[in-house]
């Protein structure tokens, strides 16, 4: 049973990387083609950031009490949506709004997702651990990635919004799937009156944060997980902005496909990594965390495009690896009653910090060139690597 787990979830991964990907390579060509300039672009993901802050942990809390099934199928029809808004967007409010929603959609998946593989992995006694698992669908997504991304890509060079549509008729395809491919039968919900409702999820709240605040590795954790999402948003941003100036339009697209092989190098890597069992998880992200910093210091450096090319495209390999080593190493962290609570948790502190980050490299591009926003990304790396020596002796 727990292969048939295994499957089901590396079945989602792929088709929920697939359709968010189609838009990825030109997200902020969509938004300066509708008028943006790069303190709006950055204004429109801070909204997401700040929105998935406000939804984040109630959503969680509804996973916890209702299923994360539940939670899951809800995210994804709202997703649909907000794919399908971003499509009919033509302004600057209409963007923030698109955005909110999507924020909303990601925040009923986001904890729900890994509290649901976890537990079932568990109830089911499966073979593999969850950050096994966790990393083989992360591999299998990115490489998803490569194909979604390089179809969205050539589909917003004829025409920018494309991508979006077909993104929305798909998600909504994948929310109908996952009511037969999510299994979470052994789930009992408790009937309780609303008050009665409102009190558990309160507590669950409660639970949550008290235990984030208390138990010092996971406290300095989502501090060294906010701090590294913070740098890396000039990243995020610019990368279509500078490859388009430095080969044009067209190349996004093989820039893309080289980025997203690069990030399944990672997962791969960290995929056997884990299952050997040789090195703990935080081990594993120091080592990705310091060749990450040292490659973006080294691409910022380039007077070569074809170098900061090559540069950029290594530094995402170790990258690749953050999100299946950091969620394997939080889920040994935390129980199983607040596990969808606490994963939510996690992406708010992680969203904090990729919001802010977003909304200042906009405001740098105004006064700086790329690569020196690039700089100021390693350095910000860089200065994230002594915390791990913090949690070392915790």
Known sequence: MSEKVERNFVLFKILYQFFFALSFPTYVLFLRDGGMNPNEIGIVNTMFMIA?????????VVGDRFGRKKSIITGLGITSFGFLWYFLSASLW????????????????????????????????????????????????????VVGGTLGAFMGSWLLSLPWLVAAI???????????????????HTELT????????????????RF???????????????????AFQPLNQQWSLYFEQAFGLKSIMFVWVGMSLC???GSHTV?????????????????AQTLTTVLVLT???????WLVLLFFCLHEAPRGSWNSLSESYLQHQIPSEIRATMGSIASLVTKLGAGLGWFLSGLLLEKIPILNCWLFSGVCLALTLPLFFLLRRR
């Open 299 to 305: 691409m910022s450096s380039q007077d070569s495009r």
């Open 170 to 188: 798909g998600s909504l395809g994948l929310t109908i799937l996952c009511i037969f491919i999510v299994d979470e039968s052994y789930f009992r």
């Open 212 to 230: 984030a605040y208390q138990k010092k590795e996971v406290r300095y954790f989502f501090l060294l997980t906010s701090l590294t999402f913070f």
């Open 194 to 209: 609303w008050k009665e409702s409102w009190n558990e999820a309160w507590r669950l709240f409660k639970t949550g944060f």
């Open 271 to 287: 995929s056997r990594l884990l299952r050997n069992k040789k090195h703990s998880e935080m081990q594993l992200l120091f080592i």
């Open 52 to 60: 998935v802050c406000l939804f984040e942990v109630p959503t969680g």
């Open 263 to 265: 990030l399944f190098l």
């Open 94 to 145: 209409m963007y923030v709004a698109a955005e909110t929603i999507l924020a909303l959609g990601v925040s009923f998946i986001s904890g729900s997702l890994q509290a649901w593989l976890k537990d079932t992995l568990d109830f089911h006694n499966g073979k593999k651990s969850f950050g096994v698992v966790w990393s083989n669908g992360e591999k299998f997504a990115h490489l998803a990635g």
